[in-house]
């Protein structure tokens, strides 16, 4: 099938991906007077009381904006705003599919920072959580830090974020199966935009010490001047023995390499340099680092890409929807890392060791278990630290 044909078709038979359906009786005079005026009045003055009552008096607490400036969109790159719709349709509807959160898109006409952050902070009461989507580095960094700070929601960048949960899931059971500890791992990262430098922070959260991370230019190393901000604080807590170099020296004696760059960058005879049992997680989209076969046939242990049509597809939908469904459920105020790792362990956990296998690293995103087994971590690790409402 010619997807984007028949994609193009599908959109203008659908026009449009999600609906707003009511969830109250709008048949009698009296459902009107309940749902809407005379009635509704009593709601209102409740919330004006006690805020949090907008939880339960609305739907507030299922509810979850789906935020772009359409600046980084899919590998299309700043299509803009309304261009941008379709892909935040999708999301909204995945986000209803297998989490049951409600989401609604919102673009931002606007690459400024200011305004959009002031823009999502200014409607943030409407909402349980904010889904950032497709905002393009390193711009992305500051506008979630900043409103991180002003909103009493989660802020939540799922290209980072996301992202980074799929694939230390993928790491932790490849570890599993090859019998290596993550602080025991040498790893090489690809790419140095969002949601490469999300991916290398959550894996030194969860042990692994060593990480050489590369641009388009190289190796990254601390004093570059080149580096952007967010890429020169990556180059003070990777690459501790300040190797210098191409992808190709980062790479030499890796355990585990990182893509999240551009096609067929990673040949078969990098893969073959890399240290016995390697790991090769080739994430570009459609076109991987390396394709599977490739990177198999020089050595690699275990491969993963973003892909659909080969094992161990590293797809953001594993975390997304179960991370929002846990937070919305006990109403935190904020994503932190522990939620992150315990979605990731959670998402790891669903393979018993019977079933591990080279091909079987990380679930189906179509498996039931993954978003009851993430929403469960993620809400209890929300009480653990603090920041569940209820």
């Keep these: ?214 641009n388009s230019k190289g190796v990254i190393c601390e004093g570059d001047a080149r580096l952007n901000s967010e890429q020169a604080y990556m180059a003070t807590v990777t690459n501790l023995h300040h190797v210098k170099g191409t992808l190709k020296d980062a790479v030499a004696g890796a355990n585990v390499f990182i893509g999240l760059s551009a096609p067929n960058v990673l040949t078969g005879e990098m893969v073959a340099s890399m240290a016995e049992g390697a790991m090769v997680f080739a994430m570009a989209n459609p076109t991987p680092e390396i394709m599977p076969e490739a990177a198999k046939a020089a050595g690699a242990a275990v491969v993963g890409t973003g892909r659909s049509d080969y094992p161990n597809q590293i797809n953001n939908v594993l975390a997304f929807p179960g991370i929002f469904r846990g937070a919305l459920d006990v109403r935190a105020s904020d994503i932190n890392d522990e939620m992150k790792i315990a979605a990731a362990r959670a998402i790891a956990g669903i393979i018993e060791d019977s079933e591990l296998n080279a091909d079987y690293i990380i679930p189906s995103a179509l498996d039931k278990r993954v978003v009851e087994r993430v929403s469960r971590a993620v809400a209890q690790a929300a009480v653990r630290t603090g920041v569940a409402g209820v």
């Design 1 to 214: 099938m010619d997807y984007q044909a028949e994609s193009l078709k599908r959109h203008y038979e659908w026009k449009g991906k999600i609906e707003v359906v009511t969830r109250c009786p709008i048949e009698t005079a009296e459902d009107m007077s309940l749902a809407y005026t005379p009635g509704v009045a009593a709601p209102c003055l409740a919330i004006q009381k006690d805020i949090s009552k907008s939880y339960d008096l609305t739907r507030r607490s299922n509810l979850v904006a789906v935020i772009t400036d359409g600046s980084a969109v899919l590998g299309l790159g700043n299509i803009g705003p309304e261009a941008g719709m379709p892909v935040m349709e999708g999301k909204c509807a995945l986000f209803k599919k297998f989490g049951d959160v409600d989401a609604i898109p919102l673009c931002i006409r606007s690459n400024d920072v200011d305004t959009i952050v002031n823009t999502v902070a200014l409607i943030a009461g409407s909402f349980g959580g904010i889904n950032l989507e497709d905002i393009s580095a390193p711009r992305c960094f500051e506008i979630e830090r900043r409103l991180k700070k002003l909103c009493d929601i989660p802020v939540f960048h799922d290209d980072q974020h996301g992202t980074a949960v799929c694939v230390a899931a993928a790491m932790i059971n490849a570890c599993r199966l090859t019998g290596r500890k993550p602080e025991e791992l040498k790893i090489a990262v690809n790419g140095a935009g969002a949601a490469a430098i999300a991916v290398t922070k959550l894996l030194l959260k969860i042990g692994v010490k060593e990480v050489i991370m590369c």
